[in-house]
């Protein structure tokens, strides 16, 4: 195939709605693609009491991207499947295993897929449609649309790919008049807004570079639920007891199957996996983000609050601007309209748990997996791939003739939020039928002013004392495991160090999904 034909392949594939990939509809955690069919159309321009929108501000993650080259599961995977040459099915649909290998490249490593370019362009053009006067009347113009995202490739793409989509057709670039826009970007240790997690140095120690933090996750690894799943996929395979996978693997080809199915459509691994057993590793998936990034601790999403804090100021500032309200007998100068942010599943989840949506009653553990079936923390429901969260501020008419701009001006405020572009209630605040919150309100839900990550990530010699007991399971950790049976050779002491390793791999710096195998 001649390179102009593959460019002309590829620009005819582009011009597909997000149809033109169909997608398996198995839960794969932060894994799964951005669920576009569930996107509402109705018109955002006014709220139920004839208020106009004056502003939004969207926070987006980035779109479905491709594995990290240095991604340990896939590395595993390589390594390991060969030796079992000898013992996996050469006929039917698990045939495949016997010579898989990554059909990812190192240089694609983290990248933006295509599938990712098209999530964040078709996005940008249904906000248009659904804003059509406050987005859709104006020349682009950094002073009226604010584009911020993180120094990561792939999330300046996904910004780059939305300001496509919005302003498609009316720059004086080439034939297709594309029109350039500026993205701002702060370096990745020193992003306040969307990477507040690399900035706290009391997060990496009680959390991110803590194994105690990720107990319930170590737990539930080593439990019955994950042994049922490698025993189902052993026997399935015919494996012989000497050449068992450990429960790891399976968790390693579980987002194998995730990144094939969603960047090539390929769902060969589902033949593996029975429903229950999907259902159990996306719980051993959403419980590593509960406790990475969610409520498994508070420091994980009260750091957060930087990000709402310049939100809400940002409402703020532009309820001033919009009444004409002076600062220090000088006028404010003109706010943007728009303010579009593209960043991580770590950057979007704390601020979801913040706001408080997706919290369970009861704390989600290694031993309530029956009771969290129907459990509200799910990473496929909070951060998707191109996940998003919005905030719309509209303006309500006041009766009585023009705003006085020395008055308490925030009651004529109200604020919608969206969730991957439906609307849903902010918790705590139901001011209007139209799930509406008064500005007021809604300032008074999040008292984010004085947010210092300074004051709040001073670190500390104190351990995290959510688990009293969790330096004394991993110490008694291989006891615990022999006592249950579980296949560990008593003599092949190499056998246990590998299964050890690879549980702990699950949560360490090579499992992080937002370093180098970026959420």
Not at 66 to 90: G, I, N, W, Y
Not at 156 to 163: N, W
Request: proline content about 6%; charged content about 25%.
């Amino acid at each position: 195939m001649t390179l102009g034909v593959r460019c002309t392949l590829c620009l005819l594939i582009l011009t597909y709605e997000l149809s033109w990939l169909p997608y398996v509809k198995s839960k794969f955690s932060t894994k799964d693609v951005y669920p576009s069919s569930l996107a509402s159309t109705s018109s955002l321009e006014l709220n139920d009491d004839n208020c106009v929108a004056v502003r939004i501000d969207l926070t987006a993650r980035h779109g479905t991207r491709f594995p990290s080259s240095s991604s340990e599961d896939f590395q595993a995977l390589e390594r390991k499947l060969p030796t079992l040459r000898a013992f996996l099915p050469t006929t039917g649909p698990l045939s495949f295993l016997a010579t898989w290998t990554s059909p990812f490249t190192v240089s694609e490593g983290g990248q933006l897929a295509a599938r990712g370019q098209q999530e964040h362009y078709h996005m940008a053009k249904r906000f248009l449609r659904r804003l059509p006067v406050l987005i859709g009347t104006e020349y682009y113009s950094p002073v009226n649309f604010t584009f911020m995202s993180t120094a990561k490739p792939r999330c300046l793409q996904s910004a780059s790919s939305f300001g496509f989509g919005l302003f498609e057709g009316s720059g004086i670039l080439g034939k297709s008049h594309y029109q350039p826009t500026a993205i701002n970007s702060k370096d990745l240790e020193h992003d306040p807004l969307l990477r507040f997690f690399d900035m706290c140095p009391l997060y990496k120690q009680q959390v991110k570079k803590n194994p105690q933090a990720f107990i319930e996750v170590q737990r539930f690894m080593d439990g019955p639920e994950m042994e049922r799943v490698a025993q189902h996929v052993n026997t399935l395979l015919g494996l012989p007891v000497q050449h068992h996978l450990l429960p790891s693997d399976m968790v390693a080809m579980y987002k194998a199957y995730a990144f094939e199915a969603a960047v090539l459509n390929l769902t060969r691994f589902s033949a593996l996996f029975t429903s229950d057993d999907s259902e159990v590793l996306e719980y051993a998936l959403d419980l590593n983000k509960y406790y990475k990034n969610g409520y498994g601790h508070q420091i994980n999403w009260k750091i957060s609050c930087t990000l709402m804090d310049d939100i809400l100021d940002s409402m703020e500032d532009t309820i001033k601007a919009a009444v004409g309200r002076l600062d220090d007998g000088r006028p404010r100068k003109p706010e943007p309209r728009t303010v579009f942010r593209f960043g991580h599943a770590e950057t979007l989840i704390p601020l979801l748990c913040y706001m408080g949506l997706f919290h369970d009653a009861e704390p989600l553990r290694a031993d309530n997996f029956e009771r969290h079936r129907r459990r509200l923390f799910r990473g496929a429901d909070m951060a998707p791939f191109a996940g998003n969260v919005a905030f719309v501020l509209y303006q309500c008419p006041q009766s009585g003739g023009a705003v006085d701009p020395n008055s308490d001006v925030f009651p004529l405020f109200s604020v919608k939020l969206l969730l991957h572009e439906r609307e849903v209630p902010i918790p705590g605040c139901m001011s209007a039928p139209d799930g509406s919150c008064r500005f007021d309100r809604l300032r008074a839900l999040f008292p984010t002013k004085g947010c210092s990550l300074k004051n709040m990530c001073r670190t500390s010699r104190q351990n995290l004392n959510d688990h009293h007991d969790s330096r004394n399971y991993f110490e008694d950790r291989e006891a615990i495991l022999t006592e249950r049976g579980q296949r560990f050779d008593q003599g092949d002491d190499h056998m246990r160090r590998r299964a050890h390793k690879k549980s702990r791999a699950y949560y360490d710096d090579d499992y992080d999904d937002d370093d180098d195998d970026d959420d």
